[in-house]
């Protein structure tokens, strides 16, 4: 995978983080159950990303 994946799973794990937070403020659970979803999803692509630089190297 290349350097523009790993960038679109840090930015989705910082929309995520966003979302999360905006959720806390506002009291809005729907929203902050939707942040930590998608750091979630951000994390599992980044452990994909990691574990397919190993077997390469």
Do not use: I, P, W, Y
């Amino acid at each position: 995978m290349g350097l523009g994946d790993k960038v679109g799973n840090k930015a989705e794990d910082l929309k995520g983080k966003a979302k999360e937070a905006a959720g806390k403020v506002t009291k809005n659970e729907r929203l902050e159950t939707e942040g930590r979803a998608d750091q979630v999803s951000a994390d599992v692509k980044q452990a994909g990303e990691k574990a397919k630089d190993a077997f390469r190297h």
